[in-house]
């Protein structure tokens, strides 16, 4: 997929704020490196390095639009352009990072324990998933496709998202003698201006397999469609905002110090 810093950043705010409460449970740090996995635009590496300070950081993120805006904002940073499914780490790190991008990444689990494995002693793996896959605005784009208009063009897009491990694979997975790991879940509530918010918000993030298999000549069908259903499944409040529930899984691994 192709992924634009612009569309992304039309709700900055609200996609920052599950970064910033996982930074959150992420304790003091040894020395080390420090990676922003799924970097996107550097609106999370930006809080790591209010933090932790530039000169540990580096920020991984495939989409060339997304690293060229990273830059822009942090031209302190060093930020790389590679797959998390093959990349490797120069050297153990004192922390993972990972806000909104392990759900597109294939053999979540496996990659996870590998970067647990490559923590320094009381280094941290932090990570946050979108858990909404059964929601209405998930559940719409899926209605959507089979419809016969659109179903041969879309038969493998949903496929593109992992659906993410549940906690108890998580914790048999990524626990042990020598790993702390907690698991939580947390649900936002964002209240956004009207229906149309709701699908520019997913046009940033979850529609974008969807609309990227359909000749162009059916976007735009495919996108009044989709919004129908979407003014359905939210209703307007009485100040005719609506409001967009968003579960998210938080996760983390920290590798415990060596004793002396």
Known sequence: M???????????DQRT??????LS????????AIYDLGCGPANSTALIVERFGAARVTGVDTAPDMLAAAA??????????ADLSTWEPEA???LFFA???????????????WLSDRLLPGGVLAVQMPDNLTEPS???MRETAAEARFAAHLADAERLR???PPPRRLFERLAGPDRQVDVWHTVYNHPLADTDAIVEWVKGTGLRPFLERLPAALVPAFTDAYRDRIAMSYPAMTDGRVLLRFPRLFLTVRRMPETP
Do not use: M
């Open 138 to 140: 998930h559940a719409a």
């Open 2 to 12: 192709t992924w634009s810093a612009a569309q992304y950043l039309k709700f900055e």
């Open 17 to 22: 704020r599950p970064a910033r409460d996982l």
């Open 25 to 32: 449970a992420v304790p003091d740090l040894p020395e080390g």
């Open 99 to 113: 806000n909104a991008v392990f759900q597109w990444v294939p053999d979540t689990l496996e990659v996870l324990a």
């Open 162 to 164: 992992t659906p993410i």
């Open 92 to 94: 153990p790190a004192a």
């Open 72 to 81: 822009k904002r942090l031209p302190d940073c060093r930020f790389i352009c």
